[in-house]
């Protein structure tokens, strides 16, 4: 019933900037908590940042002060501008949100299929 596709990976320089969108689709009645999640090859899934339906914002210490999230609730979207990327930022960048369904319906976590990003040094 909810659908999330992420966009705006790819290749950049060190130092460059990428702008990450996600859509989120479906039988949406509201939409809570959304967040970037990010997964290098021999890592497990770290969450980069998350952004309530308030607002209020939380990073990775290792991402503070580059990266920003915010959305669009209107548009159902949620996003994430990258700037002064280094080569360890290179990972498949995920989606997720708390989407429930219909009222009285229970929040459930929704993923994306996820968008690369690559960082050369």
């Known amino acids: 019933q909810v659908q999330l596709v992420e966009s705006g990976g790819g290749l950049v320089q060190d130092g460059g900037s990428l702008r990450l969108s996600c859509k989120v689709s479906?039988?949406?009645?509201?939409?809570?908590?959304m967040r970037w999640y990010r997964q290098a090859p021999g890592n497990e899934r770290e969450l980069v940042a998350a952004?309530?339906?308030?607002?209020?914002?939380n990073y990775a210490n290792s991402v503070k002060g580059r990266f920003t999230i915010s959305r669009d609730d209107a548009r159902y979207t949620v996003y994430l501008q990258m700037n002064s990327l280094k080569p360890e930022d290179t990972a498949t960048y995920y989606c997720?949100?708390?989407?429930?369904?219909?009222?009285?319906?229970?929040?459930?976590?929704?993923w994306g299929q996820g968008t690369q990003v690559t960082v050369s040094s």
């Open positions: 952004i309530t339906s308030g607002g209020s914002t």
């Open positions: 479906g039988t949406i009645f509201s939409i809570h908590a």
């Open positions: 997720n949100a708390d989407v429930s369904t219909g009222p009285a319906l229970y929040e459930y976590h929704y």
